[in-house]
């Protein structure tokens, strides 16, 4: 029972802007919208996590529509190590993350 | 941030036998999580283990055939029984931060079944 729907795959040309869009039109009023990442071979790592307002840090923007039932994930200059599975994630802040597909981001040079 | 350490990195099991994986943190922290990943899909958690307490199993998964232990607030292990091809997969470990919403993950365990 997927809470989130993402497009399978995007590409995004090296030093331009990915946005990476999330529809989660059920979430509930507790849940948080979380976005994490898997470069190849690796473990997922955090991005970034909002409530209701946008949120930006070190390595990503977010910005969670006004009825919370969607989001965007911006990468502000993607770099070739930006290519990755990005996971949005709809949870409430209890530890427990339900991965979907996520995202297949490649960036090409 | 919390480095977390597997082992084994990778491992070549035959169907009928088991294989322990363990997680080394590098702090102490109350709840660590096991994760599954099968080849090309997402991840699905397996079972919270906190110290001092049996752990929590997802729907799913089962004791018998994935036993947990959790001796103290640094370690972990899954033990992955009667190993079948169906269980290659991916096997990570994870960690909470200090900040609810984050989680650290380990590098996970490789395994293949023949």
């Known amino acids: 029972d997927a809470k989130t729907t993402q497009p399978p795959s995007m590409d995004c040309a090296e030093g331009r802007a990915a946005n990476l869009p999330c529809n989660h039109s059920?979430?509930?009023?507790?849940?948080?919208v979380y976005w994490y990442r898997q470069i190849h071979s690796q473990g997922p790592q955090y991005i970034i996590h909002?409530?209701?307002n946008n949120e930006t840090n070190e390595m990503a923007s977010l910005i969670i529509t006004e009825d919370r039932k969607s989001s965007t994930l911006i990468l502000p200059h993607a770099t070739l190590r930006d290519t990755a599975v990005y996971y949005c994630i709809v949870a409430p802040p209890d530890y427990k993350l339900s991965f979907g597909a996520g995202t297949t981001v490649t960036v090409r040079a | 941030s919390a480095v977390i350490s597997q082992k084994p990195s990778r491992d070549i099991c035959q169907r009928g036998t088991s294989l322990t994986i363990q997680c080394q943190v590098d702090s102490q922290v109350t709840m660590m999580f096991w994760y599954r990943q099968q080849p090309g899909q997402s991840l699905t958690l397996i079972a919270t283990?906190?110290?001092?307490?049996?752990?929590?199993?997802e729907s799913g998964f089962v004791i018998d055939k994935f036993p947990i232990s959790r001796p103290n607030l640094t370690f972990s292990t899954l033990t992955v029984s009667n190993m079948s091809p169906e269980d290659s997969s991916i096997y990570l470990c994870s960690v909470p931060s200090d900040r609810v919403y984050e989680q650290y993950f380990g590098p996970g365990t490789r395994l293949t079944v023949t």
């Open positions: 283990a906190n110290q001092g307490s049996e752990a929590t199993y």
């Open positions: 909002g409530l209701k």
């Open positions: 059920t979430i509930s009023g507790n849940e948080y």
